[in-house]
């Protein structure tokens, strides 16, 4: 199994900048691919960045330009910097591991953006 701790949450004035780390308990090299999704009451949980194990990131629209998904094999975490932030990027943040055919998830880490 692989545990992830997520870190990096907090509050942030609209049109800050944050960087989230996830760290995970096995070497990233027998990861496919790791990501970030969030979460708000009463919504589902929605992708915002993945990275797979050949480097290639994906974002999801709205946050394209704005955040940077990234790796440290050295340290086993995946990063998400975030620009520019809104109000409505606020959520719970979650990392994801796709390891095979498995997933898990870290227990999230909150971004509130303040207007």
């Known amino acids: 199994q692989v545990r992830l701790v997520e870190s990096g949450g907090g509050l942030v004035q609209a049109g800050g900048s944050r960087r989230l780390s996830c760290a995970a308990s096995?070497?990233?090299?027998?990861?496919?691919?790791m990501g970030w999704y969030r979460q708000t009451p009463g919504k589902q949980r929605e992708v915002v960045a993945t990275?797979?194990?050949?480097?290639?990131?994906n974002y999801a629209d709205s946050v394209k330009g704005r955040f940077t998904i990234s790796r440290d094999y050295a340290k086993n975490t995946v990063n998400l910097q975030m620009n520019s932030l809104k109000p409505e990027d606020t959520g719970l943040y979650y990392c994801?591991?796709?390891?095979?055919?498995?997933?898990?998830w870290g227990q999230g880490t909150q971004i509130t953006v303040s207007s």
């Open positions: 096995v070497d990233i090299f027998s990861i496919n691919a």
């Open positions: 990275i797979t194990s050949g480097g290639s990131p």
């Open positions: 994801n591991v796709l390891r095979g055919a498995a997933l898990y």
